[in-house]
């Protein structure tokens, strides 16, 4: 490819409503792009039809600044009414509806209940359900959880060698039990750990350096949430999966993925520290899924249990280990040590899982599985350094101080 990186450069600046000429314009200073503006805008145009056919967009000037005056409004007021945020910016309902669609695809959480538009900071969306098993007979996947893109402890090398193996191996879907950003301020002293402190930044980060070939299924965690919290209410997750095909946002805390018929996939991002005993919290968590699952046998909600698997975030830890017919996982991370750990004496296992399972069996139980767990145990200082992050282009192109 003569400008890698150029495609999902045009497809951020479409989606945050850059006009070509202008997109134009940072190619040529970015990508060395040295051909004519024609033959860009056909470029973008093809931009268009194969990643962004389906994406919300104010078309016009008119529309992208009644966009920003809605926007700075719900900042200012968290809650306005429908009717009454028509008539203040002399706006039908559904130029409104399409202000909405665009901005949650900027990973703002909007809520629209009865005649109410809400910018909530503590609801996250659920993500989209997945109703189809992913295969059918037998499947093999890779765990990647605790990715922490962002932090300066990110190990973004050791999660490329990952994938690379991942692909080797044949695994076509990737799931991630939480924090895919490294948040803001989430404890105290964050913001002198971070290379990338904005949403925006840390979401360009992942947009550009997440390894492609894979289809990631991904839990929000505590970091990604702290976005929602304190960020104004933005879900980072939203404005990946917006501009990554491959991403499929499912939710905050908890999610089951049907992964084969009659057998689903827990993906888990808990609360707490690590206890005194590593292997307590992962029993408890199966001991409260096996509850729950006979609470819904009880109650005619289901026939017989079905999730076979528990993924577990937030640790950092790793652990595994069959309970009956669950299969639990305390899923590593890939992110060092940072001063948070440090204080607390605990250090990170960096690294994932692959795993194969066979359930042939009608009844849907664990028949074969093999699991395998790739460990990096050498720390990359300054990983971060050796890849680009930055989609935008830079507004200081000049060293503030020179030495």
């Known amino acids: ?27 040529i200073v970015q990508f060395a792009y040295d051909k004519g503006i024609e033959t860009f805008r056909k470029y973008v145009s093809a931009v268009k039809k194969n990643y962004l056919k389906d994406q919300p967009s104010l078309k016009t000037k008119k529309d992208r600044s009644k966009g920003e005056e809605f926007l700075e409004i719900l900042k200012k007021r968290k809650v306005v009414n429908g009717n009454e945020i028509c008539d203040e910016l ?5 130029k409104i509806f399409e202000m909405i669609d665009y901005y949650r695809n900027q990973g703002y959480e909007i809520i629209c209940e009865q005649d109410r538009i809400i910018l909530s900071h503590v609801i996250a969306s659920e993500g989209i359900p997945i109703h189809q098993p992913l295969e059918d007979t037998e499947i093999i996947f890779g765990v990647a959880s605790d990715l922490h893109f962002g932090s300066k402890e990110c190990q973004i090398t050791h999660l490329k060698e990952f994938a690379e193996i991942c692909r080797k191996k044949g695994v076509k879907y990737m799931f991630v039990p939480g924090d895919v950003c490294a948040g803001y301020n989430v404890y105290p002293g964050q913001q002198f750990e971070v290379y990338a402190l904005s949403a925006e930044e840390q979401e360009e980060s992942v947009i550009l350096n997440l390894p492609e070939g894979f289809e990631y299924y991904v839990l929000g965690g505590n970091h990604d949430y702290s976005f929602i919290k304190r960020g104004g209410g933005h879900n980072p997750m939203l404005s990946i999966e917006a501009q990554r095909s491959d991403f499929h946002y499912i939710g905050f805390d908890d999610a089951d993925v049907p992964i084969l018929p009659g057998v689903d996939m827990k993906l888990l991002h808990p609360s707490g520290g690590v206890p005194y005993s590593y292997s307590y919290r992962l029993q408890k968590n199966v001991e409260q899924i096996a509850y729950s699952e006979l609470a819904k046998i009880s109650r005619n909600v289901k026939d017989k249990p079905s999730i076979r698997f528990l993924l577990s975030g937030h ?22 040590q940072t001063s948070y750990l440090k204080r607390k004496g605990l250090y990170p296992t960096v690294g994932g899982y692959i795993v194969q399972a066979d359930m042939r ?13 790739y460990v990096f145990p050498d720390h990359i200082e300054d990983d971060w350094k050796n890849y680009n992050h930055t989609i935008t282009k830079p507004k200081i192109d000049k060293p503030l101080f020179n030495y």
Not at 6 to 21: A, M, P, R, S, Y
Not at 315 to 336: K, P, R, W
Not at 361 to 373: A, P, V, Y
């Open 1 to 27: 490819m003569k400008y890698p990186g150029l495609i999902d450069f045009v497809k951020f600046k479409l989606i945050k409503g850059v006009d070509t000429k202008d997109i134009y314009d940072d190619a």
């Open 361 to 373: 069996k009608r009844d849907g139980m664990i028949m074969n599985f093999d699991t395998k767990f």
């Open 90 to 94: 002399k706006c039908n309902p559904d």
């Open 315 to 336: 640790l950092h830890i790793q652990l595994q280990s069959l309970f009956g017919t669950i299969l639990g996982m305390q899923c590593g991370c890939f992110e060092g």
